[in-house]
């Protein structure tokens, strides 16, 4: 039997680290995040805190995608310990 996509995405959810069901589910949300403020600057094109919410909105996705790639790029290089996080011990601070 397989699972469909909201099955998945609850699964992935309850699980440590960034799984490829959330990271789809966030591209959905951005999407329909970004497409609702384009109908509202479509609607009220003169309202200059419209134009910097979408401003706003896009830099949050691009921030969020390039996150996602540099931790991926961690995770190639063994940097994390494959959950999202840095391993035991990384982050300790060292005595002089």
Same mark, same amino acid.
């Given at each position: ?18 799984? &490829? ?6 591209? =959905?949300?951005?999407? /329909?995040?970004? #497409? ?6 479509? $609607?009220? &094109? ?6 910097? =919410?979408?401003?706003? /909105?896009?830099? #949050? ?6 996150? $996602? ?28």
């Amino acid at each position: 039997m397989t699972d469909n996509f909201a099955d998945t995405l609850v699964k992935d959810i309850l699980e440590p680290g960034v799984r &490829p069901a959330v990271l789809g589910f966030l591209d =959905y949300v951005f999407a /329909a995040l970004i #497409l609702l403020i384009m109908i509202v600057v479509y $609607m009220s &094109p003169d309202s200059i805190h419209v134009w910097i =919410y979408l401003g706003l /909105a896009i830099g #949050l996705v691009a921030s969020f995608k390039w996150f $996602m790639n540099e931790l991926a790029k961690a995770d190639a290089s063994g940097t994390t310990d494959g959950t999202g996080s840095a391993p035991t011990g990384a982050m300790t601070k060292k005595d002089d």
